[in-house]
């Protein structure tokens, strides 16, 4: 099991993105892991078991394609920089992410448990073709 806090199938759901951590899935993609696991877990408990990992910070929504939510792994050590013309995706280390842990407004203080962080712009390669 990943992690005591977590019911067992969220352990194995929550196992899938942490086997594939630079993957987005899908509720179908998922499935077909847990299939090819020989694991036995209802479509159903898989979005229930999603929406309360997704309220953990363990994962997130990470973008929508054809009517279909993706999820992906939370990662707060790296950030993702991705190309407005070709889709490129980089992934940037981030040094010190010991900063995201705890926000603090006024006298107020927000624990972060999980999150992403996702920048958009024109690579090199795409500057040079404009």
Do not use: Q, W
Not at 66 to 92: A, G, P, Q
Not at 97 to 102: L, S, T
């Amino acid at each position: 099991m990943i992690n005591m806090n977590l019911s067992k199938n969220k352990s194995i759901i929550y196992s899938v993105f942490k086997e594939n951590p630079n993957l987005e899935l899908d509720i179908n993609d998922i499935l077909k892991f847990i299939d090819t696991a020989k694991l036995a877990i209802s479509k159903r408990t898989v979005y229930r078991s999603i929406d309360k990992l997704i309220g953990m910070g363990k994962i997130y929504c990470s973008s929508v394609h054809d009517r279909k939510r993706k999820f992906k792994l939370s990662d707060m050590s790296y950030c993702e920089i991705i190309c407005n013309e070709c889709n490129d995706l980089k992934k940037i280390k981030i040094a010190n992410n010991d900063k995201f842990k705890k926000y603090i407004i006024g006298n107020k203080s927000f624990d972060i448990t999980g999150g992403y962080i996702k920048f958009y712009g024109t690579c090199s390669k795409c500057l040079n073709r404009i």
